[in-house]
């Protein structure tokens, strides 16, 4: 009898652990979105967005050779005039292109990517109950790749605009577009990161996905799970043209500035600051006296910007901007940009290893504008295992060096060529000190620790940049 109850009190335990492991299985798939009702309340404010661009034939065609015929034959001239004087041989061809959009206003107004509709002879959109309207294009920004369009109609439905600041790591997103031309796809996945800069794309912090994006999508709603729109779908990246599980959005925020100035001026003004910035990795934070690798390095400021006139330096590690802490360089480009022109900002940098902070009044961007991201004596460097020489004058002026710099000739094994030193690099300082000449970096490179990373700055193809070089303990 004893046995008997103990195999009865080890299978009631079996299957109350079966029922709790499945109660966690049914509590974890209640938790799971349904995206049903979502879809039903904004698949009729999302479009389809179809363009026609007129594109020339191109040139007429070219006479060719003919076997035999003379050069003094009066056939020559005939043939000339037919191949080359006959450009209606070459007609005109008609390219088409596909995206998606949505309406945020009732009277019309619509927000999709400047990609979709750029250079765009005729533009359609199609709403959820098939009717198809001309749009007119209100304006459009190529570099947050934004553009507002405009249908007549009145009391058309709207999606709900959100605010794209509050997305977290791991929420639940959906997009509703037509890829491949196939409206009204409904796609879903998690934000995947937030604030992510694309090196073509430097004013605008991207939301990371891994929602199913492909052609066809740009330029559609990406919703939260209260049915806000958070960000408008723009990039994908991939290998072969299709979906390879990482897209990108531009946060609703950040269109929504865009829209409102072209609404009210038909352009996009955008904040200068005026620096040449690059990231810090682990040595050049060590070299900078930095506790961990954060912040923007200021390689190079131009003259007579915001950032000059409020006494910027090279060497500068800008922390904060405008009170938001700056952890990668790459936020920086994005905050300067959203920042009204005539403002007054505090920058919080560290300069030789302590920090202040600046008032810098923000001045607009110009198209030439842009915070970017990053013979004499000869001599040799044995310590660094590199050859240097002083420039030349011709040299200086074509560098804009109105003096000092010394020019990499030769790099070989050793601490330069593992700090990044390139031959007809410009070295203009060593150790946050200004390099007048090789002589003189000689002494400089001689009076070098060992085992501690400190900062070179160099001229490479027209831009500054701060490399971590380290004299080995020994040797």
């Keep these: 009898m004893i046995p008997n109850r103990r195999w009865f009190i080890a299978g009631l335990l079996v299957l109350l652990g079966l029922s709790w492991q499945s109660g966690l299985v049914l509590a974890a798939a209640t938790e799971l979105p349904n995206f049903k009702q979502l879809v039903q309340e904004n698949e009729a404010a999302v479009v389809n967005i179809s363009t026609t661009q ?14 035999g015929l003379p050069e ?21 061809r008609q390219i088409q292109s596909l995206g998606s959009g949505f309406i945020i206003s009732k009277d019309g ?39 507002l369009l ?23 997103v959906l997009a509703i577009g037509s890829p491949f031309g196939l409206e009204y796809t409904a796609t879903q996945g998690i934000v995947s990161a937030v604030g992510r800069s694309l090196p ?58 865009v829209v409102d100035q072209l609404k009210t001026q038909g352009y996009v003004t955008r904040g200068w600051l005026g620096v040449m910035i690059q990231g810090i990795n682990q040595e050049l934070a060590q070299s ?53 022109v005539g403002e007054k ?44 020489a002083d420039l030349s004058p011709e040299q200086r002026e074509e560098l804009g060096l109105d003096e000092g710099g010394v020019l990499v000739e030769e790099v070989n094994d050793g601490p330069a060529a593992e700090a990044g030193v390139r031959p007809g690099d410009v070295i203009v300082a060593l150790n946050q000190k200004d390099v007048k000449s090789a002589s003189q970096f000689a002494k400089q490179v001689k009076d070098l620790p060992a085992g501690k990373p400190v900062p070179l700055l160099v001229q490479r193809d027209g831009n500054s940049l701060f490399l971590a070089l380290k004299i080995p303990e020994k040797g």
Aim: glycine share 8%.
């Design 72 to 92: 003094d034959s009066p056939f020559n001239e005939f043939f000339r005039r037919f191949f080359e004087e006959r450009p209606d041989m070459v007609p005109d």
């Design 150 to 172: 405009k249908i007549e109609g009145n009391s058309l439905a709207t999606v709900k605009i959100g605010d794209s600041d509050n997305m977290e790591v791991g929420e639940w």
């Design 345 to 388: 900002v505090p920058v919080t940098i560290m300069r030789d290893g302590e920090t202040e902070t600046l008032q810098v009044t923000i001045e607009q961007l110009n198209e030439e504008e842009q915070i970017a991201t990053a013979a004499g004596s000869k001599r040799q460097q044995s310590r660094l295992n590199i050859a240097v």
């Design 54 to 67: 007129k594109r020339s034939g191109g040139q007429p065609f070219a006479m060719p050779e003919i076997p």
């Design 109 to 147: 107004y619509i927000l999709t990517n400047a990609h979709v509709v750029k250079d765009a002879d005729r533009i359609i959109v199609r709403l959820s109950d098939h009717r198809e309207k001309p749009a007119k294009l209100i304006g459009l920004d190529e570099r947050s790749d934004v553009a």
């Design 200 to 257: 073509s794309d430097a004013y605008v912090p991207f939301i990371q996905t891994d929602v199913a994006v492909n052609p066809g999508n740009s330029g559609g709603p990406l919703f939260n799970v209260d049915g806000e729109v958070i960000g408008v779908n723009a990039q994908i990246y991939s290998r072969t043209g299709g979906y390879m599980g990482l897209s990108f959005a531009i946060p609703i925020n950040v269109a929504m500035r």
């Design 288 to 340: 900078f006296g930095l506790e961990r690798p954060r912040g923007a390095l200021v390689s190079q400021v131009m003259a007579d910007s915001p950032a000059a006139k409020a006494g910027l330096k090279v060497g500068d590690i800008i922390l904060s901007f405008n009170d938001k802490s700056i952890e990668q360089w790459s936020q920086l480009p994005s905050m300067v940009g959203a920042t009204p």
